[in-house]
C-alpha cells in the first residue's frame, strides 16, 4: 500500500511544556505537520530535541499545553480515559528497551496487547481468534519458530521483532517505534526495517520512526522531521534507497577497518 495523501495524525501549533515554569525552553513549540495515511514518517533531530515528546503526544500519553493534535480525525485533547484507552489500541508502539516480560513465553508476550483490550473493553476476539492473530503476526516477522521461547533464549535482533508483532498484533492504524535499530548490528537491522516496510506495504500500518541513524531515513521513510530544540527546522521528502541495498556487516567492517 502507498501513501493516499489524507492526514492520519495532524499537529496544529502545538506546544508542550513538560515544566510548569515558563521560562524553561518547551520541550515542543509551535509544531504544525501531517502524517499521511500509508506513509513511514521518520522523526530526527539531537538528543533534547523533542523526538520522544512527538511521540507521546500521538499516543495521549501526555497531552499538548497548547494547539489541537488530531489523530483519524478524533481530537485527543479532548479525549476522557475510556477515549484515551480506545486510542490506544488503534496505535502500536514499540518503545526504547521494549520490555519484554522475562517469565512469559515470545507467544504470551505477544498477545499481551489483545488481553489488555479483552480487560479493559470486554472481549474483543475468541481465544481462538487471539491465537490465530498471535500465529499470523509471529510468522509475520518470521518468528513462528520461537513461539514458545523465553526472552533470554533470544538474539537482541529476535528480541526486538517480538517487540514488533506484540505491537502490531492488534493491527493498528498507526505503529510509533523509538530507536527500533539502536545497538543492531548491520543485518538485523535490516531485518528490522524489512518488517517495517511490510507492515506499510502489506497490513497499511502507517509508520512513525524515531532514529539517530540516517541510513534508517534513507533506507525506508517516505518524509522525515529534523526537530531542533523544539521546533520543526525541516520537513524533508526522503529520497530513498532500499533496505536491502544496506551494506551487510562483512561490508561494514570491510569499509571502516580494511581500508
Ligand atoms: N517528563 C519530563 N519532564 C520534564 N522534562 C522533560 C520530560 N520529558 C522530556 N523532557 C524534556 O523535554 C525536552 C525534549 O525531550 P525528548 O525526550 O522529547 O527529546 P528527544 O529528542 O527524544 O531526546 P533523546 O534523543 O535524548 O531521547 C528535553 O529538554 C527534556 O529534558
Given amino acids: 500500500m502507498v501513501s493516499t495523501g489524507t492526514a492520519i495524525v495532524e499537529f496544529q501549533d502545538v506546544t508542550k ?3 510548569a515554569d515558563p521560562g524553561t525552553r518547551a520541550a515542543l513549540d509551535g509544531i504544525s505537520l501531517s502524517i499521511r495515511q ?11 530535541a523533542g523526538k520522544t515528546t512527538l511521540l507521546e503526544l500521538i499516543n495521549g500519553l501526555t497531552a499538548p499545553t497548547s494547539g489541537s493534535l488530531t489523530v483519524q480525525g478524533v481530537d485527543v485533547t479532548r479525549l476522557g480515559r ?8 488503534r496505535i502500536g508502539v514499540v518503545f526504547q528497551g521494549i520490555h519484554l ?13 489483545l488481553h489488555l483490550a479483552r480487560r479493559t473493553d ?4 475468541s481465544r481462538a481468534e487471539e491465537r490465530s492473530a498471535v500465529d499470523e503476526i509471529l510468522a509475520f516477522v518470521g518468528l513462528s519458530h520461537r513461539a514458545d ?17 506484540r505491537g502490531l498484533v492488534a493491527r493498528p492504524a ?20 524489512r518488517v517495517l516496510s511490510d507492515a506499510r506495504d502489506k497490513l497499511g500500518t502507517t509508520v512513525v520512526v524515531i532514529t539517530h541513524d540516517l541510513d534508517v531515513v534513507k533506507a525506508i521513510c517516505d518524509r522525515a522531521a529534523l526537530l531542533e530544540r523544539g521546533r520543526l527546522r525541516e520537513l524533508i521528502p526522503v529520497v530513498k534507497s532500499d533496505y536491502r541495498s544496506l551494506p551487510t556487516y ?3 567492517v570491510k569499509r571502516e577497518l580494511m581500508p
Fill in 17 to 19: 511544556r513538560h515544566d
Fill in 38 to 48: 500509508g506513509e513511514i514518517f521518520g522523526v530526527i533531530g539531537e538528543s533534547g
Fill in 82 to 89: 475510556r477515549g484515551l484507552r480506545r486510542l490506544r489500541q
Fill in 101 to 113: 516480560l522475562s517469565n512469559r513465553t515470545v507467544r504470551a508476550n505477544v498477545a499481551l496487547p
Fill in 122 to 125: 470486554g472481549a474483543v476476539l
Fill in 149 to 165: 521461547f523465553f526472552p533470554a533464549q533470544l538474539s537482541g535482533g529476535e528480541r526486538q521483532r517480538v517487540g514488533l508483532a
Fill in 174 to 193: 498507526v505503529l510509533l517505534c523509538d530507536e527500533p535499530t539502536s545497538s543492531l548490528d548491520a543485518s538485523t537491522t535490516s531485518e528490522i526495517l
Fill in 250 to 252: 562483512y561490508e561494514q
